[in-house]
C-alpha cells in the first residue's frame, strides 16, 4: 500500500504547543489499564477501553484564553482532545469544527420554547459531525504509524473518512450497506476511496469489519481507532458552551446511533466544569431515535439498562444502528443527568425535516428530522421546560438525503412562459 505523502494540515502556530496528553487506555467496565495503542478491546475482559488523560498537565496549560486564541476548528480544544505524538505532521486538519450555534427563535415558538439554539453541524467539511470523530481519529492513526485508514458506515462516517483519506493522499476502505442512499454513496465514492457495498445492514457490515481489522492491520476509525475517534464528539459540547459566552445550556437534544455523540457531549460538559472553564449546574442530555430503531428508547421506556438489539427499519439510516455499542451508556447519561430518550415514526421525521427548514432555514438529513421530532414530542410532554435554555443538535446535511422527502415535497405549480399564465395560476 502507498503511505500518505500530502503536507499535514497543520497551522505553523501550532507545533510548539502538541504535547503527548495520554497516560493510557482504561477499560469502561473493569478498569484495567492499558498502554496507548491500536486497541479499543479490554483485554482482560473484553470490555470498551476509553482514553485516560493526563489531568495534571492539562490543568497546567488548558484556559479559557488559550482556547479562544487557538485556530478556528476543533483542534482549538487540542488540549482536551488525544494528543499521541509531538509530532505536528500527524495532526489531519480540514477546519471540522467551530460550526454556527444559531439562535432559532420562530422554531422555538413553534414549539412554545423561549430559547433553543441549533448546533448546526450540516456546514462541517463534508456535511457531517462524522467530520469531527475522523479528524480526532486520523490524527491518532498516523501518530500510531497507521497507513491506511478504513471504516463501517451507514454513510456520513465514509464522506467523512474518504475525504480525510483523500486530503492526506491515504488509502482508504469504505464499508457501506448494499441500500444506502444515493448522495452518501456519491459522497464517499468522489474522493476515490476502495467504497466495498455489503448485502446486508449495518450491523452485519460493523460485524464484517472488525474481522478486516484484525486480519488487515488497517485503521478502521470506528472499530481499532475508536477509543480515540469517539472523543472527537467532546467538541460539540465544548463549542456550544464556549459559543453561549462560557455557560452551559439548561438541556441539550442530540440523535441516537451507536450513542456516542450523547455520551460524549455530556463528558464534555463534566470536563469543561471540572478544569474551571465553565461554571453551574451541568446540562440534562436527552436523546432521540426513529422508531423503526429504537433500541436505545425503547429500554429507556421500560426503565432498564438492557439494550435489546433490533432489525432497523427506517428512513433515518444515518441512525440505523440496531445494536449500538454505546447504549447502555446513554441511557446512564440521561439517568444521571434527569434526561429522557425518545423515538418518533417516520412520518414525523418528514415532518421535523420540513419544520425546521420552514422556520430557519437548515436543510437536515433524516438524523436532524430526529432530533426535532423528539424535540417537540419532549416539550408537549413537559419532559423539556419551556423556559429552559435548549440545544438542539442538528448532525447532518438534507442534501445526503433528499430521498426521504422526495414525495412530501415539490414545484407548487407549473406554468408556460406566459405572464398570463402566471397571474392566472394566483387567483
Not at 495520554?22 to 477501553?49: D, I, K, M, N, W
Not at 490543568?59 to 476548528?73: Q, T
Not at 427499519?313 to 455499542?325: C, E, Q, V
Not at 440545544?391 to 407548487?412: F, H, L, M, R
Amino acid at each position: 500500500m502507498p503511505t500518505a505523502t500530502a503536507p499535514p494540515f497543520v497551522p505553523a502556530r501550532e507545533a510548539a504547543d502538541l504535547v503527548p496528553n495520554l497516560t493510557g487506555l482504561a477499560c469502561r467496565e473493569c478498569g484495567e489499564v492499558e498502554e496507548v495503542g491500536l486497541s479499543h478491546v479490554c483485554g482482560f475482559c473484553f470490555g470498551p477501553l476509553e482514553v485516560v488523560y493526563d489531568t495534571d498537565a492539562i490543568s497546567a496549560v488548558v484556559s479559557r484564553e488559550r482556547i479562544e486564541a487557538g485556530p478556528p476548528s476543533l483542534w482549538r480544544y487540542g488540549d482536551l482532545l488525544p494528543t499521541l505524538s509531538s509530532d505536528p505532521s500527524h495532526r489531519v486538519d480540514l477546519q471540522t469544527g467551530l460550526t454556527p450555534l444559531r439562535p432559532a427563535p420562530r422554531l422555538a415558538e413553534r414549539l412554545g420554547l423561549s430559547e433553543l439554539w441549533l448546533k448546526d453541524d450540516t456546514v462541517n467539511p463534508s456535511g457531517s459531525f462524522k467530520d469531527r470523530v475522523v479528524t480526532v481519529a486520523l490524527s491518532a492513526g498516523r501518530a500510531l504509524g497507521i497507513e491506511t485508514f478504513a471504516c463501517a458506515s451507514t454513510g456520513n462516517l465514509g464522506n467523512s473518512v474518504s475525504a480525510h483519506a483523500a486530503a492526506i493522499g491515504a488509502p482508504a476502505y469504505v464499508f457501506i450497506p448494499a441500500d444506502l442512499e444515493t448522495g452518501k454513496v456519491l459522497g464517499s465514492a468522489v474522493h476515490g476511496p476502495n467504497l466495498v457495498t455489503v448485502r446486508g445492514n449495518y450491523d452485519d457490515v460493523n460485524r464484517l469489519c472488525a474481522e478486516v481489522a484484525d486480519d488487515t492491520g488497517w485503521g478502521f476509525v470506528n472499530v481499532n481507532l475508536r477509543t480515540y475517534y469517539a472523543e472527537g464528539s467532546k467538541t460539540i459540547g465544548f463549542e456550544i458552551a464556549e459559543q453561549l459566552g462560557w455557560r452551559f445550556p439548561d438541556h441539550v437534544v442530540a440523535p441516537i446511533a451507536s450513542g456516542a455523540m450523547m455520551v460524549k457531549i455530556d463528558k464534555a460538559f463534566r470536563e469543561l466544569a471540572s478544569y474551571g472553564l465553565v461554571d453551574g449546574d451541568l446540562p440534562r442530555v436527552s436523546g432521540g431515535q426513529a422508531t423503526g430503531c429504537s433500541p436505545v428508547a425503547e429500554a429507556f421506556a421500560r426503565g432498564s439498562f438492557d439494550v435489546r438489539p433490533q432489525k432497523p427499519d427506517t428512513i433515518a439510516r444515518s441512525l440505523a444502528i440496531g445494536n449500538p455499542a454505546d447504549g447502555y451508556y446513554a441511557l446512564k447519561v440521561a439517568d444521571r443527568t434527569g434526561g429522557a430518550i425518545g423515538h418518533v415514526p417516520d412520518d414525523e421525521i418528514i415532518a421535523g425535516i420540513r419544520l425546521l427548514a420552514e422556520t430557519e432555514g437548515v436543510f437536515a438529513e433524516t438524523a436532524g428530522g430526529v432530533t426535532v421530532a423528539n424535540l417537540k414530542r419532549m416539550v408537549e410532554a413537559g419532559t423539556i421546560g419551556r423556559d429552559e435554555r435548549t440545544v438542539a443538535v442538528i448532525s447532518g446535511n438534507g442534501y445526503k438525503t433528499v430521498e426521504a422527502i422526495a414525495d412530501d415535497v415539490g414545484p407548487s405549480f407549473e406554468v408556460s412562459p406566459s405572464l398570463d399564465d402566471f397571474l392566472a395560476q394566483l387567483s
